[in-house]
């Protein structure tokens, strides 16, 4: 008999009730989200709450294996945002009180009956290993004792990410709400209410990986650019239909599929600016297609798009001069592991595409920018904020050229010394795809930028070793523990390799390690920065200081990191603040008695939305009839009573001002500003 599929759209509230009996099957990984996903979780949920009134969130697909007619559910997809939304509930149960906390409390576990003898049964079991602990520190809401254990002493990771989660989500609670109940409680039934999970359930597991296999595959199901097509084409005058196809098709047979729909993700951040909220269909129609007309989206969009897309992506810029040196700084490009920079990249590109000298000078700062992003770990929130603003301003500026650049693409002095104390640190104790990254580009840097890195077998090894034999001569070279310590894991002390790490080899003193480890049968080394340390004759505390700073001043070099004493001054004495949000893009700064003044030149969105204050709209209204702004403009710099009202008049909508005027490297008005 053939096993029965259902899919049906339910609110949290209905997901965390006594319907549903969640189990993660001993099969499965163990929990694995970090505070990265926790932390853009909670803020999308958080943005989306603030700006918009009515709109519901979709959460994801879960795939269950269930009966229909009983609770018990083995989850195949889907753990994570259970696990992680059990750890939010926890956190807000942990801030109500009275009636709202028990009602929260509900979510966490189904209420037992003590006289009866019937302990509560939690909604989400983990695996073995975990549970008792989920349990007691969880869903029993025992945050603050969680909080109190030493971190190493958890004997799982799962366990590590669970209380890691909790901080991070109690921080992001605590720094949001203040202990406001009325604003909890709101947010509670936004939550409850207004946030949608995909439960796809069958009573077979053989059915139920047949299920997530499908929607984890790469075939060719339809995706948004095949509903947009028909669409668009359906828009176009019949007699054009045909040619308005070919030139689709062939866009789509230039890119590839995926490639085809990379390039409507980065079209919608290109006119969007801003994080997505919903699917990418209807992002897509809302700002790119309600701006455009048929066949000016694929003329004067799509098709530059998606030229400057593929070449991109394969650092194939082509022109009369410079080319060899714009593909080095794009393959370097191409080897971060993300690709947020292809937004702003796409559009200048598909702007100035035979401008070399500019085009130059554009790769060599937006690596620059990608580098800092990559080695100091900012996550996809921080980093689609900070592209933003280069998308902003070309908006802006639509005349900026060589001779008058852009200028947000330029590290801030803050930004410059993080990314000196990140290169300057312990660059092995990064994750592999940021150490290597870092380590090839110092090679490139070394070599003039002539070597390829392209090799499956990249290896980073110590010079002084990590763990050396008690009778090695590294303890009489390396005497005090401190600072071998100190400089173990530090860019001065590691060499790259294209050869399998040899434990045993590490140990070798420091003649016969360069000779049989370092290098290759014919005496010779891959990497210029190993060469560099095979002609060393000795390795001590002060030759490796000494490397230590000729490094450091080759990063600052080639990464232009010296800070001019005028950046710190300008800084320190008026910081600037952004916002970028439904197609303003606006500039000011904190006045002096909790006033915030918007600057001239500032634009502001085209419309409002329903979740903007009454009074907000009015005000929007009034400066425009007192032409203090004009065509969407500010002629003049203008003082607004907060930075939320500032923040709302500009983009149309509910804000908080606090926390969305920021500085270009990130810094939010809140938390830089005393009042």
């Known amino acids: 008999m053939s096993s029965k599929i259902t899919g049906k759209e339910y609110p949290l509230l209905k997901v965390f009730s006594s319907d549903f009996e969640y189990h993660i099957p001993a099969y499965q990984r163990p929990y694995a989200w970090t505070k990265e996903e926790t932390g853009i979780l909670f803020d999308d949920l958080y943005e989306f709450y603030k700006t918009e009134a009515t709109d519901n969130y979709f959460l994801g697909t879960i795939v269950l294996i269930k009966a229909e007619d009983k609770p018990h559910a083995d989850v195949i997809d889907g753990q994570q945002r259970l696990t992680t939304l059990t750890i939010l509930f926890s956190v807000l149960a942990s801030k109500l009180t009275g009636d709202a906390r028990e009602a929260c409390d509900a979510l966490l576990q189904e209420k037992g009956n003590i006289l009866a003898g019937i302990p509560a049964r939690p909604r989400v079991h983990l695996r073995q290993k975990d549970q008792d602990f989920f349990n007691k520190y969880i869903q029993e809401v025992h945050i603050t004792s969680l909080l109190g254990i030493d971190r190493a002493t958890l004997p799982t990771e799962a366990q590590q990410h669970i209380q890691e989660n909790c901080k ?14 009325n604003e909890l409680i709101k947010f509670s039934s936004f939550l409850l209410n207004r946030c949608f999970l995909v439960s796809v359930s069958t009573d077979s597991q053989a059915s139920a990986f047949r299920v997530f296999s499908v929607m984890n595959s790469r075939g060719l199901d339809l995706l948004p650019i095949d509903i947009i097509k028909s669409e668009i084409i359906g828009e176009i005058p019949e007699d054009e239909q045909q040619k308005y196809t070919e030139k689709w098709e062939d866009l789509e047979n230039e890119t590839g599929r995926e490639g085809f729909n990379e390039v409507f993700t980065h079209t919608r951040t290109i006119f969007a600016k801003e994080r997505p909220k919903k699917g990418l269909l209807e992002e897509f129609r809302l700002y790119v297609v309600k701006g455009t007309s048929p066949k000016g989206l694929i003329d004067n969009v799509l098709t530059p798009y998606a030229d400057a897309y593929t070449m991109l992506k394969n650092s194939e810029y082509m022109a009369s001069s410079r080319v060899d040196e714009i593909n080095g700084f794009l393959y370097w490009l191409n080897k971060i592991d993300n690709y ?10 598909a702007e100035h595409p035979h401008d070399s000298e ?43 050229s060589l001779e008058q650049p852009l200028t947000s693409i330029e590290l801030t002095a803050n930004e410059k010394r993080s990314f000196y104390e990140a290169l300057n640190g312990e660059i092995y104790t990064m994750p592999s795809r940021r150490r290597n990254y870092i380590v090839q580009r110092l090679d490139s840097f070394v070599s003039d930028g002539g070597a390829k890195y392209d090799v499956k077998l990249f290896t980073i090894e110590h010079v002084l070793p990590q763990n050396p034999e008690i009778n090695s001569e590294w303890n009489i070279v390396w005497p005090d523990q401190e600072e071998r310590k100190y400089w173990l894991n530090r860019i001065a002390n590691l060499v790259p390799l294209t050869r399998k790490h040899n434990s045993a080899a590490q140990n070798y003193d420091f003649v016969t390690k360069k000779r049989s480890y370092f290098q290759n049968k014919g005496g010779t080394t891959s990497y210029t920065l190993t060469t560099q340390v095979i002609n060393e004759n000795s390795w001590t505390p002060e030759i490796v200081a000494s490397r230590q700073k000729m490094l450091m001043r080759l990063f600052s070099e080639k990464w232009d990191l010296q800070i001019d004493p005028s950046e710190e001054v300008a800084e320190s004495e008026k910081l600037i603040f952004h916002i970028a949000i439904r197609g303003c893009n606006a500039t000011g700064y904190a006045g ?27 005000a929007r209204k009034i400066l425009i009839d007192n032409g203090i702004i004009v065509d969407g403009v500010f002629t003049q710099d203008y003082s607004f009573d907060s930075p939320s009202a ?24 809140g938390n830089v500003i005393g009042h």
Not at 168 to 173: G, N, V
Not at 340 to 349: E, G, Q, S, V
Not at 385 to 392: F, G, H, M, N
Request: glycine letters at 6%; aromatic letters at 14%.
């Open 168 to 181: 991070e989500l109690l921080e992001k609670f605590e720094l949001y709400f203040e202990g406001d109940q």
């Open 646 to 669: 500032a923040a709302g008049i500009v983009g149309g909508r509910s804000a908080n001002g606090r926390r969305e005027w920021t500085t270009l490297d990130g810094r939010q008005y």
């Open 592 to 618: 002096t008695n909790g006033n915030f003044i918007v600057k001239a030149g500032s634009t502001i969105s085209i419309d409002t939305t329903p979740s903007c204050q009454p009074s907000y709209v009015e």
């Open 340 to 349: 947020d920079w292809m937004p702003p990249a796409i559009k200048f590109f």
């Open 358 to 400: 500019y085009v130059l000078w554009f790769v060599k700062k937006l690596e620059r920018l990608a580098s800092f992003l990559h080695a100091t770990a900012q996550d996809v929130n921080h980093r689609m904020d900070r592209y933003k603003w280069i998308l902003a301003e070309m908006d802006s500026n639509p005349t900026h």
